[in-house]
């Protein structure tokens, strides 16, 4: 029946083959080159400087700092974002009231674009426009903070933002492990008179580890990344206080054309992605409990 | 199930209540005061438009060219949308129904696409399509747009052509259909549901990319809708024309949210089952 398949196997695989050898994996592996070279610039070709890009890194204050503001995102973002969405799966999925609206209202943040999304907040955040700071002055703050406009709250404006359009989609993906989970669990907790937090340590939070493995990924990679929502939202500043890696990287290629430079920063930035993706498998792996 | 207080019943329903007013309330103020004044929208923030201001959709739409950016963007991310399933779906078909040499290669090779961040590739990109003088260009964006689409899409499309039955493929082969008129006219009907939550979910994918047209496309005329609207916030801080910027977002926001209301179901299901795939 499969006669002369190859007659079917290869045009069907070309086009998908040419299109991602010529832009996805030629790009990633020039990359790896690029990574080890001086390049300043398209005129100019690359040259070979080996670890010089990396020795450059150590000492340079702004990608400590921009790596620094990555951790703070890697560690808050997870405990807040998931917390939060895993709190909320929970009750709605207890079958309270308007549950459909709730779900539906959540998630909608998360199809938006993130530029939208990081200029609608600028206007919530700005001192004059802003609802917040005359919201502040109403009830009697006289110098409401700047948010965005100040080192010291600029980031975590961010984070409010970030858990504001990604704790619906993080809550939706925990609602999806507690349907498949047996009601007949929940009646037999019930009759040995477990309570809703019994019930939930005890039996929810165990059997969603997938889901909850999948979302520590996701939400890695939204921690490393933070590019469109910074750019939009702060650039950088002030004072590089809310720079990522992303968006030094971004100011290094194609502000001052270093791009070796950049794509080295770029390198550590995937190593950070390729290391910790690896670590959250390694450490939740576990017998994954069939029901 | 168990018994569940009235006090913790009312406390749940605060706690769901008090985040959806969060969630919706910052867009709700967006669609009322993109109807103001630029003096109200400075003096009284929380206040609803006096009048009426149509104008500010009028200046978004033409002055600040958010109906050339929205049309930019549709003649991009449709064909670039139509290819990638296409091409999507025949490499799938072949990778999920037949045995040949390097099978599990390929598709091992695409998936991995999957592992990478765009930011590493990001300057060779830019030089290749430089190259290939492909920079500002739509039809270099749509090519780029379909290459970084295929890896999850294959994915995704190769898991679902292999839990769809074999015996009507058969049947039409039986019947003396060519390869070609087997996947075409069995195969991709059959997989419509695969290739819908793929279109939904590579669509809202290109429709809100940013970074990509941030680096491919520095030609003002050809800005794509995320790119042209964060232009038009740092235009703001010279030209100070708050009240179209506020409109601009919502003649964006709006039609996404209509979408998003008739098609929640899928637009969820597209997003969730594609992630937890992946």
């Known amino acids: 029946m499969r006669r002369n398949k190859y007659g079917i196997i290869l045009p069907f695989l070309a086009p998908a083959l040419i299109l991602y050898s010529l832009f996805v994996i030629y790009p990633y592996s020039q990359a790896m080159y690029v990574a080890f070279t001086k390049w300043k610039g398209l005129r100019k070709s690359p040259r070979f400087v080996g670890l010089d890009n990396f020795e450059k890194m150590l000492g340079d204050d702004k990608f400590w700092n921009a790596l620094s503001n990555n951790l703070i995102y890697l560690f808050v973002l997870p405990i807040v974002t998931l917390g939060f969405a895993l709190f909320m799966a929970f009750m709605i999925s207890q079958k309270v009231r308007f549950n459909n609206f709730y779900r539906v209202t959540y998630f909608f943040p998360q199809v938006m674009s993130v530029v939208a999304i990081g200029i609608l907040w600028s206007f919530v955040y700005h001192p004059t426009i802003g609802i917040f700071s005359s919201l502040l002055k109403a009830v009697g703050i006289k110098n409401p903070p700047v948010w965005l406009g100040d080192p010291d709250t600029a980031l975590w404006s961010i984070v409010a933002v970030t858990v504001w359009q990604s704790a619906g989609f993080f809550m939706v993906i925990f609602m999806a492990g507690m349907l498949s989970i047996p009601k007949s669990l929940y009646e037999a907790a019930a009759l040995d008179g477990a309570g809703r937090g019994a019930t939930f340590f005890r039996i929810t939070f165990p059997l969603l580890w997938e889901n909850t493995r999948s979302s520590l990924v996701f939400i890695t990679v939204i921690a490393m990344d933070m590019f469109g929502i910074t750019f939009t939202m702060t650039q950088g500043g002030p004072d590089r206080s809310t720079d990522v890696l992303a968006t030094l990287l971004y100011e290094h290629a194609f502000l001052h054309s270093r791009f070796g430079y950049a794509t080295s920063i770029a390198m550590v930035y995937f190593i950070i992605v390729i290391v910790l993706t690896l670590l959250i498998f390694r450490v939740t792996r576990r017998e994954t409990i069939e029901f | ?278």
């Open chain 2, 1 to 278: 199930m168990y018994k569940v207080s009235r006090w913790s019943a009312v406390s749940t329903q605060t706690v769901l209540v008090g985040w959806a007013v969060i969630v919706i309330f910052p867009m709700i103020w967006m669609i009322y005061s993109s109807f103001k004044t630029d003096q109200e929208l400075f003096f009284s923030p929380w206040a609803p438009p006096m009048e009426l201001q149509w104008d500010n959709f009028a200046r978004a739409w033409t002055k600040a060219h958010v109906g050339d950016y929205l049309l930019n963007t549709l003649i991009v991310v449709i064909p670039a949308l139509l290819l990638t399933l296409i091409i999507s779906a025949m490499a799938a078909y072949v990778l999920a129904r037949f045995e040949f040499v390097g099978r599990r290669f390929l598709f091992y090779m695409f998936l991995s696409g999957m592992l990478f961040p765009v930011f590493l590739a990001l300057i060779p990109l830019f030089n290749l399509v430089n190259q290939l003088k492909m920079l500002n260009t739509f039809h270099g964006l749509i090519l780029v747009y379909i290459a970084y689409s295929l890896p999850f899409t294959i994915f995704f499309l190769t898991g679902f052509f292999k839990t769809l039955p074999t015996e009507i493929e058969e049947s039409a082969i039986m019947d003396g259909a060519n390869p070609y008129q087997v996947f075409f006219k069995v195969m991709l009907p059959m997989a419509s549901p695969g290739l819908i939550s793929m279109g939904i979910f590579n669509f809202l994918g290109m429709w809100n990319q940013y970074v990509l047209p941030l680096v491919l496309i520095s030609d003002e005329s050809k800005y794509m809708l995320s790119q042209g609207l964060a232009f038009m916030l740092f235009k703001q801080f010279y030209e100070n024309d708050w009240s179209a910027l506020f409109a601009a977002l919502t003649i964006i926001m709006v039609p996404t949210l209509i979408v998003y209301i008739t098609f929640q179901k899928q637009i969820q299901d597209g997003i969730t089952t594609g992630a937890l795939k992946g």
